[in-house]
Each structure stands twice: as structure tokens, then as C-alpha cells.
């Protein structure tokens, strides 16, 4: 058993706009999507370091619909990955409620830490929001992209890149709800 409680997590490597992401996946749904490491084959021994045991396979049909969604969103297209299945049962009650706010914001929009804050009931954890936002093992699916500082700053970024992939990540959706978009302008 893994630390998700259901046997091996089976993972796939996929090419992206934005290079070589993974996903691992058990009989709950995805347990981890890792972003695009700066060397070949780091992808792949990041996701294998942070899930334990697992191994790489062909994705079932549901999978791969995610797959297929994560790429089109990276190339682009306005997609919807709200339906796709997370196996959340080793995220924190807190970063699970964070995760949720952070699914409602469509590609091509922002919110704030703040905002998160606001909705979870409580305006003075926004360092907790980015916290939990700093563990997010589902980026892309939980968009944590989207989510930035108060004044429309970018905020961290936890990603290889840092701050610069979060915003290749929003120019490529779009995102027009904030006042950074001169910085996609440079």
C-alpha cells in the first residue's frame, strides 16, 4: 500500500505546451499531477519521490480524458477541469476547502489569497491560503496558477520556474481579471 491507502499509484508522462508533465492516479481518482521539471527524467523522478511506490502505465479512459484536458488547457483551449476526479483523502481538511474555492476560477481569471480567505469565512488567513496553495499536489487541476496576491502581484509560484511559469500559465489561458496583464506585454 501507498501513502494513499489503495495499492500501487499507477503515473503517465505527457507532453504539454509548457513540457513533460506527470500524473499518478489510484482507484479514487488522481492523487498528484506534477508540472514540467527543467531536465529530462526529473518529471518523472519527482512524482515517483513525492508518491512512494508507483508505477508508470497506460491510463485508463477517465485518465486519460484528464490528460487530454490538462494539454488542451495548456495549448489554449478554454477547458473545464472541474469534473476530474482528486482523491483527496491525504489533503488536509483546511487545503481541501482551499482547493475547492480555487476549482470555481475559470481559466483566463484570478483570484486572491485574500478572496479565498473571504469565502473559507475568515479574511486573515490568506498566508494560510497560500500555504496550502504551496502543497497543492493536483497544479494544473487545482489551479493554483490563478490565484494571486492582493494588487494583482503574481504571488508565489511552488512550480520549477517559480513566478515565471505561473504567468506563461495565465498569458497561455488569457487571464485579463487583473492588472497584470502588462507584465505579459514585456
Known amino acids: ?3 494513499h491507502g489503495n495499492g500501487a499509484a499507477r503515473f503517465a508522462l505527457f507532453e504539454t505546451a509548457i513540457g513533460q508533465c506527470g500524473l499518478a492516479w489510484g482507484e479514487q481518482g488522481i492523487v498528484g499531477v506534477q508540472l514540467p521539471e527543467p531536465r529530462e527524467g526529473a518529471t518523472r523522478a519527482r512524482l515517483i519521490r513525492r508518491l512512494g511506490v508507483a508505477s ?3 491510463p485508463p479512459a477517465e485518465i486519460q480524458q484528464a490528460i487530454d484536458g490538462i494539454v ?3 495549448a489554449g483551449e478554454q477547458r473545464d477541469l472541474t469534473g476530474i476526479p482528486l ?8 487545503n481541501r476547502q482551499v482547493y475547492e474555492v ?3 476560477v475559470p481559466p483566463g481569471r484570478t483570484i486572491t489569497y485574500g478572496e479565498i480567505a473571504t469565502r473559507l469565512g475568515e479574511k486573515r488567513l490568506s498566508r494560510e491560503v497560500g500555504q496550502a496553495l504551496g502543497q497543492n499536489p493536483f497544479a494544473i487541476v487545482v489551479p493554483c496558477h490563478r490565484v494571486v496576491a492582493a494588487g494583482g502581484k503574481p504571488g508565489g509560484f511552488s512550480a520549477s520556474g517559480g513566478t515565471q511559469t505561473k504567468l506563461k500559465m495565465l498569458a497561455i489561458e488569457g487571464a485579463t481579471a487583473t492588472p497584470m496583464l502588462p507584465l505579459f506585454d514585456a
Open 1 to 3: 500500500m501507498n501513502e
Open 87 to 94: 482523491d483527496m483523502r491525504q489533503v488536509p481538511d483546511f
Open 102 to 104: 480555487a476549482r470555481t
Open 72 to 74: 488542451a488547457l495548456l
Open 56 to 58: 508508470e502505465a497506460t
